[in-house]
T-cell receptor, first 110, second 115 residues
Framework: RKEVEQDPGPFNVPEGATVAFNCTYS??????FFWYRQDCRKEPKLLMS???SGNEDGRFTAQLNRASQYISLLIRDSKLSDSATYLC???????????FGSGTRLQVQP | GAGVSQSPSNKVTEKGKDVELRCDPI?????LYWYRQSLGQGLEFLIY????????KSGLPSDRFSAERTGGSVSTLTIQRTQQEDSAVYLC?????????????FGAGTRLSVL
C-alpha cells in the first residue's frame, strides 16, 4: 500500500463547479499535512497547510480526518486557472522529507 | 534571487556519461532535499541534508547516485554512468527546519534526458 494515495483523475468540471478531492495516508502517527499544486511542467508549490480543525483560504477548504486517515480539498467556484495537478502531502515523525501522493489532475473547462 | 535555484534547467546526455546537477537553496534554509519525478508520476524522495548532520540517503535508487552539500548551502547531485531510466525531472527543495510542518519550497527542476 502506498503511503499516500490519491485518485489520479482527471476530474473534468465546468467553470463555477465545486469539486472535492480526497487523499488517504497510511501512517497514523503523521502530524503535518499539506496540499501542493503542480502546473504542467512546473515545480510543486504550496497551496495550503491542513489543520486538524479544518481551514479555509478563499475558495479552497481543507479538512483532516485523523480517525479515518484522510485529507480532503474542496474547491468552490472553479476557475480555468485552477486546472492543475493537486498533490496531497504528508510529513510524519521519523520521516525526513515530505511524502507526496501521485496527484489528482483537475481540468476546468469553459 | 529569493527562491531555490537549480541548474542546468535542461540536460541531455548520452548513456554512460556522468552528470552533475546543482541546487542553490533559499538563504538561511537549513534543510535541503532532492526528489525526482518521472513523466506522469509522483515525486520520489532521493536524499535529504539537515545542517551538519549526516545526510539521509535512504531514497537513492542505486550507488550511481550521490550528493553533497558544501558549506551548508549549495548541493550537487551526481549521477554516474547514466542510464535511460534516469531520465526524469530532478527537483530540489529547501526548508527552514526539519521539524514536522516545515514547508518546502521547490526549485524549477533540472530536466534530464539520457539518450
Amino acid at each position: 500500500r502506498k503511503e499516500v494515495e490519491q485518485d489520479p483523475g482527471p476530474f473534468n468540471v465546468p467553470e463555477g463547479a465545486t469539486v472535492a478531492f480526497n487523499c488517504t495516508y497510511s501512517n497514523s502517527a503523521s502530524q503535518s499535512f499539506f496540499w501542493y499544486r503542480q502546473d504542467c511542467r512546473k515545480e510543486p508549490k504550496l497551496l495550503m497547510s491542513v489543520y486538524s480543525s479544518g481551514n479555509e483560504d478563499g475558495r479552497f477548504t481543507a479538512q483532516l480526518n485523523r480517525a479515518s486517515q484522510y485529507i480532503s480539498l474542496l474547491i468552490r467556484d472553479s476557475k480555468l486557472s485552477d486546472s492543475a495537478t493537486y498533490l496531497c502531502v504528508v510529513n510524519g515523525p521519523g520521516r525526513r522529507a515530505l511524502t507526496f501522493g501521485s496527484g489528482t489532475r483537475l481540468q476546468v473547462q469553459p | 534571487g529569493a527562491g531555490v535555484s537549480q541548474s542546468p534547467s535542461n540536460k541531455v546526455t548520452e548513456k554512460g556519461k556522468d552528470v552533475e546537477l546543482r541546487c542553490d537553496p533559499i538563504s538561511g534554509h537549513t534543510a535541503l532535499y532532492w526528489y525526482r519525478q518521472s513523466l506522469g508520476q509522483g515525486l520520489e524522495f532521493l536524499i535529504y541534508f539537515q545542517g551538519n548532520s549526516a545526510p539521509d540517503k535512504s531514497g537513492l535508487p542505486s550507488d550511481r547516485f550521490s550528493a553533497e552539500r558544501t558549506g551548508g548551502s549549495v548541493s550537487t547531485l551526481t549521477i554516474q554512468r547514466t542510464q535511460q531510466e534516469d531520465s526524469a525531472v530532478y527537483l530540489c527543495a529547501s526548508s527552514l527546519a526539519l521539524a514536522g510542518g516545515s514547508i518546502q519550497y521547490f526549485g524549477a527542476g533540472t530536466r534530464l534526458s539520457v539518450l
